[in-house]
């Protein structure tokens, strides 16, 4: 089980309190998503949940263990972290960046052992990406960066991923499949964070939603419960409206 907790995490940035006793608790086999206005913190929170950024003050249990404690190579085994707009540092082929999602896995030295070869090619074709698995990770299109950054950051299959904003710079069928991917990965036990400004995926993908504002959690518990009018419209400041149909939702902003 890799139950993620929050316990009164406070972190401060600049001299301001960019997170301020954040409670939350992700469970394995759920996906959470995480939304908020802009600046509300997010990204930090999940840089903070993937273990990067050391909070000032409270704790980050990872499967019941302090997440500052666990072994850099064997946090990497465990979890998988795709920050917003990742980008390619240098040229290395679409195959090969995916393959860098292995190396916790692998030995220090040698080439890829062959036995990974089937998850390197399953990865590129959930990502549809097989077409492109030769061309340079520097000459890729944004959407097509993202979507090798998503196959990378799968490829291990991660017991925990956490991603910040998968969805954009992705065309629409593109950002369904990777919601889809990404809904599978939780359904397979993964604990699934992912931040998210597109409300009506959150509502599709979803289990549970933590809400942010300010720095602080505004509201968090089971999709449904969150993704209300009342609560919408205080975290964003706005008039929101939640419609269902059938087992759609759609929420719309405005009067
Ligand atoms: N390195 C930094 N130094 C100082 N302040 C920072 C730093 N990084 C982020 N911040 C501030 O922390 C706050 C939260 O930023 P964060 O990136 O977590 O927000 P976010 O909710 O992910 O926003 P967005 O939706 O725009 O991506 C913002 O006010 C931001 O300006």
Known sequence: MTRLSLAD?????GGRFVLESVDAVFEAGRLTAVIGPNGAGKSTLLEVAAGLLRPDAG?????GEP???IAPRRLASIRAYLPQSPRAEWPVSVERLVALGLSPQLPAFGSLPA???????????RFDLLALRERSATR?????????MLARAVVAEPRLLIVDEPSAGLDPRHAHEAARQLRALADGGCTVVVAL??????????????ALK??????????????????LTALYDMPVKVEEEARDVSIRFGD
């Not at 995490?9 to 940035?13: G, M, N, S, W």
């Not at 299109?141 to 979507?147: D, F, N, Q, W």
Request: charged content about 25%; aromatic content about 2%.
């Open 115 to 125: 036995r990974w070869q089937p998850a390197i090619d399953g990865a590129l074709a």
């Open 59 to 63: 704790e980050v249990l990872l499967g």
């Open 9 to 13: 995490v406070t972190l401060r940035r």
């Open 140 to 148: 890729l299109s944004g959407g097509e960066l993202a979507r090798a």
């Open 214 to 231: 300010d720095g602080r959690l505004l509201a968090a518990g089971p999709a449904r419960d969150v993704l209300t009018g009342p609560i």
């Open 67 to 69: 997440i500052r404690a």
């Open 197 to 210: 400004h597109d409300l009506d995926l959150a509502a599709r993908i979803a289990d549970e939603v933590v």
